[in-house]
């Protein structure tokens, strides 16, 4: 009878589970259907001015402003490379001067131990991106590492890794942000080990308008 019991229960977790991961990739794939970007009808805004970010929370947190560009923000909270490949496609289908790709984080803070699926979902992201924007420059943005952040990334995959992968991408610039927020002072990097403070984003938003200048 506990044996019976015992079975059922099982059962049942495995059932709720498995709901709950339903609707969860269910509200995942609506959303890629009609995209939520900031602002809402980015292909009102002036052409060849705009400038894309799609990634995790690290670029949905902040309002970018670009001296030049008008923004427009994609990014989700909690998105991996593996979800983002999923809706790259479903971006809008506007001209963008620039694409800047902020992802990896997400992957170190939930423990993900094999990069492969990281290494392959950035690439294809990248290729989507390539294909569909072909005029547009990529950015990708390098996780922060060292010790002024106080960086807090529990699991046991290597951020050097990820960056290693960004790095090796064709024909996408990668931004150095280790290097960006090396000249911050201690305590005004990041708040919480993973996510930034102002000061570290107004040094970001000034090396992307150094790398696009320079084009």
Same mark, same amino acid.
């Given at each position: 009878?506990?044996?019976?019991?015992?079975? @059922?229960?099982? /059962? &049942?977790?495995?059932?709720?589970?498995?709901?709950? +991961?339903?609707?969860?990739?269910?509200? %995942?794939?609506?959303?890629?259907?009609?995209?939520? &970007?900031?602002?809402t009808?980015?292909?009102? $805004?002036?052409?060849?001015?705009? /400038?894309?970010?799609?990634?995790?929370?690290?670029?949905?947190?902040?309002?970018?402003?670009?001296?030049?560009?008008?923004? /427009?923000? &994609?990014?989700?909270?909690?998105l991996?490379?593996e979800?983002?490949?999923?809706?790259? =496609?479903?971006?809008p289908?506007t001209? %963008?001067a @620039?694409?800047?790709?902020?992802?990896?984080?997400?992957? $170190?803070?939930?423990?993900?131990?094999?990069?492969? #699926?990281?290494?392959?979902? *950035?690439?294809?992201?990248?290729?989507?991106?390539?294909?569909?924007?072909?005029n547009?420059?990529?950015?990708?943005?390098? *996780?922060?590492?060292?010790?002024?952040?106080g960086w807090? !990334?529990?699991?046991?995959?290597? #951020?050097?890794?990820?960056? +290693?992968?960004?790095?090796?991408? =064709?024909?996408v610039?990668? /931004?150095?942000?280790?290097?960006?927020?090396?000249?911050?002072d %201690?305590?005004?990097?990041? !708040?919480?080990? *993973?996510? $930034?403070?102002p @000061?570290? !984003?107004l040094? *970001?938003?000034?090396?992307?308008?150094?790398?696009?200048?320079?084009d």
């Amino acid at each position: 009878m506990k044996v019976a019991s015992l079975v @059922a229960s099982i /059962v &049942c977790a495995l059932v709720v589970g498995w709901v709950g +991961a339903s609707k969860w990739n269910l509200g %995942f794939a609506e959303t890629a259907q009609a995209m939520q &970007c900031r602002p809402t009808s980015p292909q009102h $805004l002036e052409a060849d001015k705009k /400038v894309l970010f799609w990634g995790n929370s690290l670029a949905f947190d902040h309002g970018w402003t670009l001296d030049g560009y008008q923004t /427009v923000n &994609c990014a989700r909270q909690g998105l991996t490379a593996e979800r983002a490949q999923e809706a790259t =496609s479903k971006l809008p289908k506007t001209d %963008f001067a @620039a694409i800047i790709l902020v992802f990896g984080t997400v992957e $170190l803070v939930q423990g993900i131990e094999e990069t492969a #699926p990281f290494e392959a979902a *950035i690439f294809r992201i990248s290729q989507q991106l390539m294909q569909d924007h072909p005029n547009a420059t990529i950015l990708a943005l390098g *996780i922060p590492t060292g010790s002024n952040g106080g960086w807090d !990334y529990p699991g046991s995959t290597q #951020p050097e890794r990820l960056n +290693a992968a960004l790095e090796s991408l =064709s024909n996408v610039q990668f /931004v150095d942000t280790t290097q960006v927020l090396s000249q911050i002072d %201690f305590g005004r990097v990041s !708040y919480d080990g *993973i996510h $930034l403070f102002p @000061a570290s !984003y107004l040094a *970001i938003e000034r090396e992307i308008e150094t790398v696009l200048g320079s084009d």
